[in-house]
């Protein structure tokens, strides 16, 4: 009898379905902005990690075509052999500027930034407490290292000292991941403590400000400045993609960890260096977080509408509602029962003209509905969801 070697994949796609866990791709058919066009309709867009609302500015689209014309579409190597342009250089600069570091080094996503730099720092005699919330990569990379994994129940500070108590003196090196605003809950990790911790621990702690930079900070730069953490040793990793409008990962930290990445870290060394283009618009988006604050204080402004209006929301008899996190932060999280009522909520809001996606397990752990303000959301775009939220 002959085996078919690929008949699992069916079946366990059968299994995705039956827990309503089964995903697939929306065409978005217009600019990325408040307004989107999906399905051949107009729909407001609550989706988007476009918190600046850059991705379709015209400088950056203008800086991305110029870098085209001039330099070509591809860069046609790895930054050590082909693939290094000026443009490269002065995108790593402006980071550190932006970060007030001495250094940093562009990778081509923020994906391949995370399981570089923690298969770079750490391996198998050595210890990664990571926060059970952290994004994939951080904990792709912490598996990829090789080094042994405790991961501490979300920002609890207790558990993550008795795991250091415990563990930390077994191995050579010690290192503590986690993301700075989560992304699915919206909320800040304690980064004062876990800096005091990192210290008191001899411990590295590499921080992913992806949600954050842009947004957080008084001069965008993410939670390390919010919180008045300039200039502590930490690495902190970003993307380019999220309010930089553009595409590509990066670390920024002191110039020996930047240099010890450029000669260690295999998805830096062993990839096509970032486009021409992702690289240019990237820089005039930073530009633009330094030149334009008060885009960051419109986010802000944002923020604190929606809040106000939610607070005043009575759906205490609803019985799908268990409210809104409460954090401040551009990104807030309304948790639903189950998968299933997940993609109801969606699909309804999604009749009304609503852009805003169920976020299921493996994701998350809990099923929620995602919210994600942009600077460029209008009050009126805010009171027509607020509008459909309480009707559901
Ligand atoms: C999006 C994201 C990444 C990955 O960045 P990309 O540039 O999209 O690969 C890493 N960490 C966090 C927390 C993210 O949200």
Not at 101 to 118: C, H, P
Not at 239 to 246: D, E, H, N, P
Not at 258 to 287: K, V
């Amino acid at each position: 009898m002959v085996k078919d070697a690929y008949g699992w994949m069916q079946r366990s796609l059968n299994t995705i379905h039956q827990a309503n866990w089964y995903r697939s791709v929306t065409p978005i058919a217009s600019l990325p902005g408040p307004i989107i066009t999906v399905n051949g309709r107009e729909m407001l867009n609550f989706a988007s990690n476009d918190y600046l609302g850059l991705a379709g500015d015209k400088r950056l689209i203008e800086a991305a075509m110029n870098a085209t014309r001039e330099w070509g579409t591809g860069t046609t190597g790895s930054r050590l052999l082909t693939g290094h342009r000026e443009l490269h250089r002065q995108l790593e600069l402006a980071i550190a500027n932006l970060k007030n570091t001495e250094d940093a080094i562009v990778f081509s996503s923020g994906y391949l930034a995370n399981i570089g730099t923690i298969s770079a720092l750490v391996n198998q005699r050595d210890i990664i407490l990571s926060d059970e919330y952290n994004h994939s990569s951080l904990k792709m990379g912490a598996k990829l290292s090789g080094a042994t994994v405790f991961n501490y129940p979300h920002s609890d500070i207790n558990h993550l000292t008795n795991l250091l108590k415990n563990h930390r003196h077994q191995h050579r090196r010690g290192l503590i991941i986690t993301d700075t605003l989560f992304s699915m809950d919206g909320d800040l990790s304690p980064l004062p403590q876990l800096v005091e911790l990192a210290q008191e621990f001899d411990s590295m702690l590499l921080v992913d400000e992806a949600h954050a930079t842009g947004v957080f900070g008084k001069n965008g730069a993410g939670c390390v400045e919010y919180f008045h953490l300039t200039g502590t040793p930490l690495l902190q990793m970003g993307t380019l993609s999220k309010a930089l409008g553009s595409l590509g990962g990066y670390v920024a930290g002191s110039a020996t960890a930047i240099d010890f990445l450029r000669n260690r870290a295999p998805s830096w060394i062993y990839t096509t260096g970032l486009t021409p283009a992702d690289t240019a618009a990237a820089l005039t988006a930073i530009q633009i977080v330094q030149q334009e604050p008060q885009r960051r204080a419109k986010l802000w402004e944002n923020v604190a509408t929606i809040q106000a209006k939610l607070k005043n929301i009575d759906n205490s008899e609803n019985p799908n509602f268990s409210g809104f996190t409460s954090f401040t932060s551009p990104i807030l999280c309304y948790p639903l029962k189950n998968a299933a009522i997940a993609l109801q909520v969606a699909q309804k809001l999604q009749q009304q003209g609503i852009f805003a996606p169920a976020i299921r397990p493996p994701t998350v752990t809990t099923s929620r509905l995602r919210i994600s303000l942009m600077a460029t959301h209008e009050p009126e775009h805010i009171d027509k969801f607020i509008e459909f939220i309480m009707a559901i």
